[in-house]
């Protein structure tokens, strides 16, 4: 965009603003002389490149907040999963979905973890074994439903 073309659309937008600062109000003032001497020409010159320099930084801030709010949504979208994820293992071993007492048992399960210090290595083997097996059972029951969908299309 040509500066003259720029120039008279950034006052057109100046002059929209509510409250202009004092350098947007000089350059409106200063775009409106019509034979400007060469000390408002290099003034114009000036606070035109101001006005670049702060569309550009205004940008930048808007970039920034874009980043900060789609790196704040990853995280919440990382801690629902994550807490679906513990709710779901607490539906998996029929744990009574009662809050206190699944609270009480974690309490409970840190305070032994103070004491014994094996436990905490052999719960997690025990639990981790649990979860493939079930992982191990659902692909088997999956892989058996693909087999008879399959068999069912197949014509006899």
């Known amino acids: ?15 929209g603003l509510k409250s202009p ?3 947007q109000s000089l350059l409106v003032e200063l775009a409106a002389i019509p034979n400007p001497s060469a000390q ?8 035109v490149r101001l006005e670049k ?3 550009k930084a205004d940008a ?4 920034a907040a874009r980043m900060l709010s789609a ?11 994550e807490l679906i994820e513990l709710g779901g293992i607490v539906s998996m071993v029929d744990f009574p979905v009662d809050r206190g007492t699944l609270t009480g048992a974690l309490l409970w399960a840190l305070d032994q973890f103070k004491t014994e210090d094996e436990l905490q290595r052999t719960l997690k083997k025990r639990g981790d074994a649990f979860i493939a097996e079930r992982e191990n059972e659902k692909k088997a029951e999956s892989q058996a ?3 008879r969908a399959a068999a069912e299309q197949t014509p006899a």
């Open 71 to 81: 790196r704040r949504e990853d995280q919440r979208k990382a801690r629902t999963r």
């Open 60 to 63: 930048m801030k808007a970039e």
């Open 53 to 55: 320099i702060n569309q």
């Open 145 to 147: 439903s693909a087999e």
């Open 1 to 15: 965009m040509a500066k003259a073309e720029w120039l008279t659309e950034h006052v057109q937008y100046i002059k």
């Open 40 to 47: 408002e020409s290099r003034q114009l010159d000036k606070l």
């Open 21 to 23: 600062t004092a350098t």
